[in-house]
């Protein structure tokens, strides 16, 4: 019997885990266990360039030490390539998918600026919808808009975030067709993680407030796919001191780990839950009761 709620944790090995990612992962894992549900890792390891080894198991190893220790082995995107590929297919066939053969600089010339906060690039103006023009195929789009053979999911997605409110994004005008397959054969980020999250069973996302801009497409696309759609959950940040997004890119220090007790605290005050105790297990325990009082499910 599949339990009414499975969470995930997903973080990438390109480094070790930070204050912010101690943040989204103690919130996702206090939610499920406050539901009494399954919290999973998933591994985005998807791109090889940017990974560093021994970073996945140095990841877990952290939250261990934390008290967050997964229900099952961690899942690896590497090796998830058939299921994305069969989710791909099946977009193709149904005409909401094509391969485009822009180049970066092709859209950076012909697009406009992307209002959407964590889309940095352009807005894709649909150049290969309607064929490559003799180009060869780069990458793989989702349609958003124009013709199909299928109807395709509205574009005007709505929704509603647990801690944001209510939601609404134009997908089609915010961000256009979007990568499902990038120009280097990596999948994108948004068609692994639709894939894994319906393949896991994950009813509940909780995670930084810097992945919400995706959170449209990523319903957009469980709907032109068929599969379900999470509740959405997403907390705050710890900010650097430019008031930056606390990252590895922007060289957050490593997690230290040498008193668990108080890196939970402190991540707990950023959620804005008191972790009283003198040990993990105390702490941790104290948080599910206060994250419950905190965050009850509707």
Known sequence: MTPRYTGRFAPSPTGLLHAGSLVAALASWLDARANRGRWLIRIEDLDTSRNQPGAAEAIVGQLARCGLRADEPALRQSGRGAAYQAALDRLLDAGA?????????????????????????????????????????????????????????????????????RQREDVARSVGDFVLRRADAVWAYQLAVVVDDAA????????????????????????????????????????????QKLSKQTGARPLDLEDPVKALRAAG??????????????????????????????
């Open 97 to 165: 998918a094509y391969p485009c053969g822009c180049s970066r600089r092709d859209i950076e010339t012909m697009a406009v600026a992307t209002a959407v906060d964590d889309a940095s690039g352009p807005i894709y103006p649909g150049t290969c919808r309607d064929g490559l023009h003799g180009r060869p195929a780069r990458s793989f789009r989702l349609r958003t808009a124009g013709d199909s053979a299928v109807p395709l999911p509205s574009a005007i997605v709505e929704w509603t975030d647990r801690r944001l409110g």
């Open 200 to 243: 896991q069973g994950v009813t509940d996302v909780v995670r930084g407030e810097d992945l919400a801009g995706s959170t449209a497409r990523q319903i957009f696309l469980q709907r032109a796919l068929g599969l379900p759609t999470p509740r959405w959950l997403h907390v705050p940040l710890i900010l650097a001191a430019d008031g």
């Open 269 to 298: 005050a950023v959620l804005d839950v008191t972790l009283d105790g003198s040990t993990v297990g105390e702490a941790l325990a104290n948080g599910i009761s206060a994250w419950r009082r905190r965050w009850p499910l509707p």
